[in-house]
């Protein structure tokens, strides 16, 4: 496996099984037990006494994603229970025990524990505190089970600590990127006071953090083989039950929860399909790697969800009509807000669309374009490569919305949308190929690179 895909097979499995710890009863049961009273003083006192005793702002400083007043309120409610050091001592071993309740048996954490130290063992800490301070927390050697999620942990603190890094030097503040990617309801959960819609300009920006913190990671990742990245890839999925979390339990993948089957859900690289009970999804539609449907969301017959890379998210209420095709990349996922509808026979490969859009009938959206709120797409409408469409936009039948701000051109003006098309760099943006001189063909190595991205589709297997 290539550096990037592992990166991208394992980076969320290990946020999300390290946010499932944090937002468990059992864990906040511990705290209590701890002498930490009900609220977040556990979690931050624990989570971030590696710090040391340091004011609240040191604290917000290093961590950036929580908001402030979240952040003071725990730090300081945690003071008086136990000096930092004894709380992140503390915070350890709940992380442990939570691993030891959850980690399946049967997973190899030997094999995991020698690989994942081999990555943490492997990062140059410098800038990263939170990181450097969970790395010098002891992992006790007869309990490898335990030191399996503690591992877990501090690899989730490296690519958070990264990320940080990578939000600042792209040029948002960490508000910003949380309302980008969790939208305002959510960041408001996360501690933010009455935080603002970012504006669309700003969504590139995200994007690219996101690029830079899997460029901060590589270099762990470097470290392995190839075959010692597939192989940490499968075991992450292994011991982080890369399964859906959203289904009834006891509901197998693959079926309602009065036994109808409801699609073809295949695993690709380690991830599997999330399908909320609510949502319905037909018995000949194609859900592939890492997909996930809301709650209340329809996809109807023929349609196909499939992860290249990156993941394909559809916000609740929303509907996919006949045949449409979603593809999520790894540069650019595919996401639906709520209340979205798709229409029969439409292409969106790579674009975020926000919430309440209509795309009519034979759509074309594509890689890292954006739409914005209450926006119309109607028949056979494009909107092309990193455009950027404001709310209450309209794209009119067969018409070709393109560039950021975006133009809205008829189709028969070629050299108009040539004129800002070529400047968005198709082939370098999703190929990562130069336009060849007049004579020459790119098709001969698009086929080759995108066929060897395709070919990663041999591993699959049917759910």
């Avoid at 609740?316 to 029969?344: F, H, K, Y």
């Amino acid at each position: 496996m290539e550096i990037f895909d592992c990166i991208a097979t394992v980076a969320r499995p290990v946020h999300e099984f390290g946010d499932e710890f944090m937002s468990d009863d059992a864990t906040a049961t511990i705290g209590l037990r701890a002498g930490f009273a009900p609220g977040r003083g556990f979690y931050c006192r624990g989570r971030f006494g590696v710090l040391g005793e340091v004011p609240a702002a040191v604290v917000q400083a290093v961590q950036g994603f929580l908001g402030p007043d979240l952040v003071a309120t725990g730090w300081q409610a945690g003071r008086p229970v136990m000096p930092a050091e004894e709380a992140a001592a503390c915070y350890a071993r709940a992380v442990r025990t939570w691993g030891r309740a959850h980690i399946p048996a049967d997973v190899d954490v030997e094999h995991f524990n020698r690989l994942a130290q081999r990555l943490i063992d492997a990062a140059d800490a410098d800038g990263l505190p939170l990181f450097a301070g969970w790395r010098a927390q002891p992992v006790p050697a007869d309990d490898p089970v335990g030191a399996a999620m503690q591992r877990i942990h501090v690899l989730r603190e490296h690519r958070g600590a990264c990320h940080l890094a990578a939000v600042r030097l792209s040029g948002l503040s960490a508000r910003e990127a949380m309302v980008v990617n969790l939208g305002v309801e959510q960041a408001t959960r996360y501690g933010w006071q009455e935080p603002r819609a970012v504006a669309a300009p700003l969504i590139p920006r995200w994007q690219r953090a996101e690029q830079l913190t899997d460029e901060l990671q590589a270099p762990l990742y470097a470290t392995l083989t190839e075959r010692q990245r597939s192989e940490f890839a499968q075991l992450v999925d292994a011991l982080t039950g890369s399964r859906p979390r959203d289904r009834t339990p006891g509901t197998p993948t693959g079926t309602r929860k009065d036994g109808l089957i409801v699609a073809m859900l295949i695993t690709h690289e380690g991830r599997s399909p999330s399908v909320h009970p609510t949502a319905y999804v037909a018995p000949n539609a194609t859900l592939c790697g890492d997909v996930r449907v809301a709650a209340d969301c329809r996809v109807l017959f023929g349609a196909v969800l499939t992860a290249e890379g990156g993941p394909v998210e559809l916000g609740e209420g929303s509907i996919v009509m006949e045949n449409a095709v979603l593809r999520g990349t790894r540069r650019d996922p595919l996401v639906l807000g709520r209340q979205v509808l798709v229409g029969p026979t439409s292409y969106l490969t790579g674009c975020r669309v926000e919430d309440e859009v209509f795309l009519a009938t034979g759509s074309r959206v594509f890689n890292g374009a954006r739409i914005g709120t209450r926006s119309e797409v109607r028949i056979n409408g494009i909107v092309h490569l990193r455009t950027v469409l404001t709310a209450d936009s309209t794209v009119p039948i067969g018409w070709v919305a393109v560039g950021d701000p975006a133009r809205i051109l008829p189709p028969e003006d070629h050299e108009g949308i040539w004129e800002v098309q070529k400047e968005l760099d198709f082939p370098g943006y999703v190929f990562g190929l130069d336009r060849p001189g007049e004579g020459r063909s790119l098709m001969p190595a698009i086929s080759e690179r995108f066929g060897r991205r395709l070919g990663r589709h041999n591993d699959d297997h049917q759910i």
